[in-house]
Structure formats: structure tokens, C-alpha cells
């Protein structure tokens, strides 16, 4: 999802118009689109099928990278190497944007910790037995976020 799709979103939800030049069938599209995302004090989020809880859309490429780096560590920044599965249920507990699994998977195949441990010991479990979804809090804090307007 690039910026003139977030651009498009946030017209549509705010004050319901369309981009110019857009056919029928893509306005029907943005619209079955919107109905995954809300618009809280001009910040984004998706909500999407699955997920009720909504998630901040974070459009910036850099910043997607941050947060992977901030999500492969613990509460005192040191790497985890936890692996896919539980990086990923990291990430997407907080943040969504469009290519998220691929882009954990690609970060930590990239890291040279993860890449070794998962050589060593192919049956590694992928997560931690005693993972829970509560037990870490959000290292980002979305305080940064509510200066971002779309």
C-alpha cells in the first residue's frame, strides 16, 4: 500500500469522495477497501477480517524496517532470534501493511543469528513454549504516531 492509496483511504472515509479519474469498478474497489480500516484523530488503521483489533498502517519503508528491528528484540533491546512465527506475531499485533509476512520472513532470513540457529537445529520449535501475545509490551510507542496525518 503506497502513500496515494492511504491518500485515497483517508479522503474516502473522511469526507467520502473519490480520487479523480478513477472508473466505476474502482471506486467500488476503494470502497470494499475502506471497510477494513478507521480513521482515529488522522492517523490510520486496518482492522481487516481476522483481526478486530485495529493495527496502525504504516506506509513508510524505513519505518517498516525500524519496527522489525524494534520487534526482533526484547524489553531491553537485545535480539531475540525467536524466529518467523513469533516476530511475525509481534509485528501484526500492532501494525499492519500490505507484504507484512513477507517482509518478516525476508528480515529474518536476513539475520545472521536467526540463519545460523535455524542451520543448527532445523526441528527448533519457531516459537517460544511459554509465548503469549500479552507478554511483551509494544516497544514503539504509538505516541509518535499521532503527529503522522494522511
Same mark, same amino acid.
Request: charged letters at 30%; hydrophobic letters at 25%.
Given at each position: 500500500?503506497?502513500?496515494?492509496?492511504?491518500? %485515497? +483511504?483517508?479522503?474516502?472515509?473522511?469526507?467520502?469522495?473519490?480520487? !479523480?479519474? +478513477?472508473?466505476?469498478?474502482?471506486?467500488?474497489?476503494?470502497?470494499?477497501?475502506?471497510? /477494513?480500516?478507521?480513521?482515529?484523530?488522522?492517523?490510520?488503521?486496518?482492522?481487516?477480517?481476522?483481526?478486530?483489533?485495529?493495527?496502525?498502517?504504516?506506509?513508510?519503508?524505513?519505518?517498516?524496517?525500524?519496527?522489525?528491528?524494534?520487534?526482533?528484540?526484547? /524489553?531491553?533491546?537485545?535480539?531475540?532470534?525467536?524466529? +518467523?512465527?513469533?516476530?511475525?506475531?509481534?509485528?501484526?499485533?500492532?501494525?499492519?501493511?500490505?507484504? +507484512?509476512?513477507?517482509?518478516?520472513?525476508?528480515?529474518?532470513?536476513?539475520?545472521?543469528?536467526?540463519?545460523?540457529? %535455524?542451520? %543448527?537445529?532445523?526441528?527448533?520449535? /519457531?516459537?517460544?513454549?511459554?509465548?503469549?501475545?500479552?507478554?511483551? /509490551?509494544?516497544?514503539?510507542?504509538?505516541?509518535?504516531?499521532?503527529?503522522? !496525518?494522511?
Amino acid at each position: 500500500m503506497d502513500h496515494e492509496d492511504i491518500v %485515497a +483511504i483517508t479522503e474516502y472515509i473522511t469526507k467520502g469522495v473519490y480520487p !479523480r479519474g +478513477i472508473s466505476k469498478g474502482e471506486k467500488r474497489s476503494l470502497r470494499k477497501r475502506c471497510h /477494513s480500516f478507521s480513521l482515529k484523530n488522522g492517523v490510520l488503521y486496518h482492522h481487516g477480517n481476522k483481526h478486530k483489533k485495529q493495527r496502525l498502517v504504516v506506509s513508510d519503508p524505513q519505518e517498516r524496517v525500524r519496527i522489525l528491528d524494534t520487534m526482533h528484540r526484547d /524489553s531491553d533491546g537485545r535480539p531475540t532470534h525467536n524466529g +518467523i512465527k513469533f516476530t511475525h506475531r509481534k509485528v501484526t499485533d500492532w501494525y499492519w501493511w500490505r507484504g +507484512i509476512t513477507e517482509d518478516v520472513k525476508t528480515f529474518c532470513k536476513r539475520c545472521p543469528e536467526c540463519s545460523q540457529l %535455524a542451520v %543448527a537445529n532445523p526441528n527448533r520449535h /519457531s516459537e517460544p513454549e511459554d509465548s503469549d501475545s500479552n507478554r511483551y /509490551s509494544m516497544p514503539i510507542q504509538m505516541m509518535y504516531y499521532s503527529d503522522m !496525518r494522511y
